[in-house]
């Protein structure tokens, strides 16, 4: 499976800045080992639902350490028996673009 995902405090800084929180949920997902990928938006993890979401999971529990509330957006991908699709459904989608298709 592949899950997006948005992890933030409910308060941030003194100037209302929220990457310190989101930099300790990062780090949770990248020390995991599984194939991810973070944009200005969401962090995007693959694996196996279990280990996808005691990941999630981790990443919530960091971020809760510095915030009394904490959001969670999550949109998920679930494709039994496929992996690697974190690239693959770029490189379909670029291949595609480029055949003008």
Do not use: H
């Not at 990928?37 to 809760?64: H, P």
């Not at 670029?94 to 055949?99: L, V």
């Amino acid at each position: 499976m592949i899950v997006a995902f948005s992890i933030s405090p409910s308060a941030g800084d003194e100037q209302g800045g929220v990457a310190d929180a989101v930099a300790a949920a990062v780090r949770v997902v990248r020390d995991s080992g599984l194939p991810c990928e973070t944009n200005a938006m969401f962090t995007n993890l693959e694996g196996e639902w279990d280990e996808v979401m005691q990941v999630i999971k981790r990443a919530v529990e960091a971020v809760a350490a510095v915030s009394p509330r904490v959001s969670l957006v999550l949109k998920a991908d679930v494709r039994p028996g496929w992996d690697g699709q974190l690239t693959a459904k770029v490189e379909r989608l670029e291949k595609a673009i480029e055949d003008g298709t």
